[in-house]
């Protein structure tokens, strides 16, 4: 088993708490939770033995010698609702890239857990793995009620046979029933979705994530296009999920984010411009120059 890199003489601290290895001890281990440390997981569960869900380390990526990341270097607790602000252009969406697996980086260390190298991982694989992306612009069965649009996304064995035979149990749907109350669409769970409002589509597009049962869900600009009333029932969905799962935001509207944050992430050029509460970041001067002085 790889040893534990001497990384810092403290390892409870913060922002760094305890770096993984740089690999897992074997393939199966990382998949299925594996062993970390000389302590064993439960397969099928994710190793959070430090309580950091999200580990980036150094991450540099360029696209024809513009680095859209550069050493970035950000941890995530598991449980927290973290909000990531910056200008366009800052490397936002290819931190999200990284993350999910779209985008290689060509240097640096990307854990989920403790255990799983996403560098390693092809999106599919991440994405059960459990780690849920919600972009910008809501992807929903239109044609299709709200009820049915979180059956389809229901984490379970899609085959043909079983999708045919389906048949929920008592406990699946009290699971999309629970869903459609988080989600404030209990009283529209019959109505088709493509009549739903903008607001209540990304609301969907959030339940039918639920359904895969992730660890982590990353959100794009989830308001941009509410209502002031969506916007508001919005900060109240992310505040109710986080301890349930860990969120990270991303998001230009500072009104909402002053709505939900606890510790905010600002990007500039690739890397961690400032990091902290809103109060101390919207005093910080280097992020009033080159973001909220804009």
């Known amino acids: 088993m790889s040893q534990v890199p001497e990384l810092l003489p403290d390892p409870g601290s913060r922002p760094w708490p305890w770096w993984p290895p740089a690999r897992p001890a ?4 990382a998949g299925s939770g594996g062993a970390s440390y000389g ?11 430090h309580g950091v869900v999200l580990y980036l380390e150094d991450i540099s990526v360029s696209f024809d010698g513009f680095k859209a990341l550069n050493a970035l270097s950000l941890t995530i607790d598991a ?18 890239d990284v993350i ?30 459990g780690i849920g992306r919600k972009f910008q612009k809501p992807t929903i069965f239109e044609s299709h009620s709200v009820f049915e649009n979180l059956e389809l996304a229901m984490k379970a064995d899609k085959r043909v046979r079983r999708t045919l035979a389906a048949r929920l149990s008592s406990e699946e749907e009290g699971r999309i029933a629970e869903t459609l109350r988080q989600i404030r669409l209990a009283d529209s769970a019959s ?7 903008h607001g209540q589509k990304q609301w969907l597009e959030i339940g039918m994530l639920l359904m895969q049962e992730p660890q ?11 209502s002031d009333d969506e916007t508001e029932r919005t ?3 992310f505040l109710s999920l986080a301890g349930q799962h860990s969120l990270v935001v991303v998001e230009h509207d500072m009104a ?12 500039h050029e690739g890397s961690v411009l400032a990091e902290g509460t809103l109060d101390a970041v919207q005093a910080d001067p280097r992020v009033v120059e080159v973001y909220l002085g804009r």
């Open 26 to 29: 074997s393939d199966s281990e």
């Open 39 to 49: 302590r064993q997981v439960e397969p099928g569960r994710l190793d959070l033995s």
């Open 79 to 96: 449980g927290e609702l973290r909000c990531v602000i910056g200008p366009n252009g800052a490397g936002k969406t290819t931190m999200m």
């Open 100 to 129: 999910t697996g779209k985008t290689r980086p060509d240097a640096g260390r990307a854990f989920f857990g403790q255990t799983i190298d996403l560098t390693q991982r092809t999106e599919a694989e991440i994405a059960h793995a």
């Open 191 to 197: 109505r088709q979705a493509g009549l739903l409002s």
């Open 216 to 226: 982590l869900l990353l959100l794009d600009e989830p308001v941009a296009g509410m």
């Open 235 to 237: 900060a109240e969905l």
């Open 256 to 267: 909402f984010i002053a709505k939900i944050a606890r510790k905010v992430t600002v990007l």
